[in-house]
């Protein structure tokens, strides 16, 4: 069954929402309610993660899968099994076999969760088959004239590419978001924000079980340590940044009115994939050898035409705890999430004009919006 | 009296760590203890900070004072008077007074308090003069060749300069230094921190209180107001960058094997000091014509030699709460103050893998040097 453009839309909105929170939704199942006809480019873990919230929606059919991996598509056959839901189409068999599910008479839409290289294609394919409506996970491609490529493809069609950054959706960056188009921090003059995860235990593992098991990757790697750990050998760079940059672009109108204009980027050396190697492998162990061209910490400056600037970094090589590092500051006030700070000129009321020692804490807020860091 | 270097040498160490500290040194007063001469070219606020610390010692006697200020030199005499120690000798008269007080056999050593632009011709003036110890208010110069000027004069003379750079010395920095010397962070990586300080207030007054008294500037200012504030009309950079950069250079040895090699700058708009001109004197005074040069917000990145990096902020326009925002990561752990939070793995324990959420708050340390964060 096929659905109207403007219904679809509605009802892609919603399952966009939906992407990456970890609460899906539970909508009340309907006898005659229309439904978006989903097919899915890749079910590893990442894919199966969307499967699984689709599979709980009464507004989404899943129609078909693709994969190239046995193991991944009979996890997602048993998530579809213990669902209830009608068992779809598997498509797999070649890196290419993705192809031939990319008809509109199967779907109205496509989601794409495959290793990175292959986004683009994949992208490209499906506005070629004559969909309209793709979401891809982040990244869209690898390099800029990728990018070009998809942003191409989709005017001369007018397809809508989704990329499912959820760092977007997240409740501080709406409560955010809305403070700062209701003027709350005056005008914006700087932001910065950064992909600082430690995924040594998702870069290296056992070959069998996906987290902290083992110093393994490549052809010897399972799920991402398979294939995105290759990025760290031969690319030195920002190779994650829309968990911080996807945020902080909403915010002061990137393509809406303002654009990216001048950037510099710096790497720090490479110490921490091998130091875990050695660490958890032993001195010994083959992937000791192993070069990484990846510096730990890439960071990277950009300034915008309005006269903002922007500074990320990539952090993923180094213990560390899990922080996006936000900070939002404009003429009236800033916003750091590490210690979870707001200020406003003449709403907070700090006890101490110092943050460095944990006074955030102290403040009070009068400002209806701030309650939640009152 | 005259003392030995190596004596000196002592004394000033112990002279140095006390500049800047909150609470100065009380040691007991000894007849026949050794006095270090001390001259002031400068006693301003900032440098009667100093002078008051000098006057409670036993082992510094105060010598001769200099300033171009009458208000600032009466300010000077009544701490000295309270003190009951003997009334210095003054310099006065004009803005190059100064150089008659620089002679070896009245004082042992000088601390320079004047304006930025000042630090540079007083040193050099200090060394021909045939002082050995020279101690300057932060910064040593306004140009890159000034401060070649600088280590030149010293050099040729064996005269030793210091910057009175008083964050060096603060508590958490000495404990961090201290962990990092003994590898507790492995290897550094990377390295932040920033001038991160509304100086709104200073850099505007009613040319008779020093601080949040009004919106004049210049001729018509008081104390920072009258020169500093110039600094932002006319130049865009990182105007004050030791704060940050002399604690981080200190942990990763720079010009001890290590040197800064590569350097990328960017500021951004500039609205801070008209919207606060505006914000407290109304949009017609006067000053609400002026425009500023300094970019709100100055951020730096530095290559070292050693691979690491650096990133430096000058936010000094903005309302915000202090935070000089070290951030110090290693191939072992990381720092932070903005959270006072710190990781190293395998010996900090955390109940929760984010910092987003203030769960630095619930760590447990078991190593000895970090009982304070416990």
Chains 1, 2 share one sequence.
């Not at 989903?38 to 689709?54: A, T, W, Y």
């Not at 996890?75 to 070649?94: D, F, N, Q, Y």
């Not at 978001?177 to 998702?202: I, K, P, S």
Request: charged share 20%; hydrophobic share 40%; net charge neutral.
């Amino acid at each position: 069954m096929s659905v109207s453009r403007r219904d679809f839309v509605k009802n892609v909105s919603l399952v966009s929402a939906g992407f990456g929170l970890l609460q899906p939704f539970n909508l009340p199942a309907q006898s005659g309610t229309p439904q978006l006809r989903l097919g899915f480019i890749g079910v590893g873990l990442r894919g199966q993660s969307h499967l699984q919230m689709c599979l709980e929606r009464s507004d989404v059919a899943v129609k078909v899968i693709c994969d190239v991996d046995d193991r991944m598509l009979g996890m997602s056959k048993e998530l579809i099994r213990k669902s209830g839901k009608a068992m779809p189409e598997i498509v797999t068999g070649s890196d290419t076999a993705y192809r031939d599910m990319l008809r509109t008479d199967k779907i109205d839409a496509v989601i794409i969760a495959t290793p990175w290289e292959w986004h683009k294609p994949m992208i490209t394919d499906s506005i070629s088959a004559g969909l309209k409506y793709i979401a891809t996970e982040v990244v869209l491609g690898i390099t800029l004239e990728d990018h070009w490529e998809v942003v191409r493809a989709a005017e001369a069609a007018n397809a809508h590419v989704m990329m499912l950054e959820n760092a977007c959706y997240r409740r501080d960056i709406l409560a955010i978001l809305n403070m700062v188009r209701q003027g709350l921090f005056g005008e914006l003059v700087h932001l910065q924000a950064g992909y600082q995860h430690d995924l040594r235990g998702v870069k290296f593992n056992d070959g069998v079980t996906p987290y902290n098991s083992g110093v393994e990757f490549g052809a010897k790697g399972f799920s991402e340590a398979r294939w995105r750990t290759n990025h760290s050998v031969h690319r030195n760079g920002d190779l994650y940044p829309t968990h911080d940059v996807g945020p902080m672009a909403m915010m002061i109108d990137i393509n809406r009115g303002n654009r990216f204009e001048t950037l510099s980027s710096f790497a720090t050396k490479s110490r921490g994939l091998h130091d875990y190697i050695v660490k958890k492998g032993g001195k010994d162990h083959p992937n000791a050898k192993q070069l990484f061209k990846l510096g730990d910490i890439v960071t990277t400056h950009i300034k915008c035409a309005n006269g903002e600037t922007i500074f990320l970094q990539h952090d993923t090589n180094l213990p560390r705890p899990y922080s996006l590092g936000f900070r939002v500051q404009g003429t009236n006030g800033i916003w750091m999430n590490l210690n979870n700070g707001i200020y406003i000129e003449g709403v907070s009321k700090y006890d101490h004009e110092h943050w460095d020692d944990a006074n955030a804490w102290y403040v009070k807020y009068e400002h209806p919006l701030l309650k939640r860091w009152g």
